[in-house]
C-alpha cells in the first residue's frame, strides 16, 4: 500500500503518535508531528528525518480549533499540500456519519467500509 506523500500525526511526542510517525517516515513524505510537548515532538521529527522524511515539529493543542487551523494552513504553505474541503475534519463530521450509520437511513447497509475524510483520500 502506498503511503499519502504529506501526512500529519498528532500525539506525536511519545507513544503511539511517536510511532505512527516513524511507521510513515520516509523520503518522499512530508510529515507534521504535532504534540503540545516541545521537546519530545522536536525529538519525533529528529527521528523521522533521520528516516529520511521531510519532518517538522509543530507545538498544537487539538484541542484548540484555532491553533490547528493555523497549523494546517501552515503545513499546507510548507509542504505544497491541499486540503480538498478546505479545512481538517472535525467531531462533528464522524459524528454525524455515525448517527447516519445507526439510523433507519441505513438500514439497507452492510459490510460497507465509509471514508469519512472530506476527499483527502480517494478510494475506488
Given at each position: 500500500?502506498?503511503?499519502?506523500?504529506?501526512?500529519?500525526?498528532?500525539?506525536?511526542?511519545?507513544?503511539?503518535g511517536r510511532a505512527v510517525a516513524l511507521h510513515v517516515a520516509s523520503p518522499?513524505?512530508?510529515?507534521?508531528?504535532?504534540?503540545?510537548?516541545?521537546?519530545?515532538?522536536?525529538?519525533?521529527?529528529?527521528?523521522?528525518?533521520?528516516?529520511?522524511?521531510?519532518?517538522?515539529?509543530?507545538?498544537?493543542?487539538?484541542?484548540?480549533?484555532?491553533?490547528?487551523?493555523?497549523?494546517?494552513?501552515?503545513?499546507?504553505?510548507?509542504?505544497?499540500?491541499?486540503?480538498?474541503?478546505?479545512?481538517?475534519?472535525?467531531?462533528?463530521?464522524?459524528?454525524?456519519?455515525?448517527?447516519?450509520?445507526?439510523?433507519?437511513?441505513?438500514?439497507?447497509?452492510?459490510?460497507?467500509?465509509?471514508?469519512?475524510?472530506g476527499g483527502a483520500i480517494m478510494v475506488p
Amino acid at each position: 500500500m502506498a503511503l499519502p506523500q504529506r501526512v500529519i500525526v498528532t500525539g506525536a511526542a511519545q507513544g503511539i503518535g511517536r510511532a505512527v510517525a516513524l511507521h510513515v517516515a520516509s523520503p518522499g513524505v512530508h510529515l507534521a508531528v504535532w504534540d503540545v510537548k516541545r521537546d519530545g515532538v522536536e525529538e519525533t521529527a529528529k527521528l523521522c528525518h533521520e528516516k529520511g522524511a521531510a519532518a517538522r515539529a509543530w507545538t498544537v493543542d487539538v484541542g484548540d480549533a484555532d491553533a490547528i487551523e493555523a497549523a494546517v494552513s501552515a503545513f499546507e504553505r510548507a509542504s505544497g499540500a491541499r486540503i480538498p474541503m478546505g479545512r481538517i475534519g472535525r467531531p462533528e463530521d464522524i459524528a454525524a456519519v455515525v448517527a447516519f450509520l445507526l439510523s433507519d437511513d441505513a438500514g439497507y447497509m452492510t459490510g460497507q467500509s465509509v471514508a469519512a475524510n472530506g476527499g483527502a483520500i480517494m478510494v475506488p
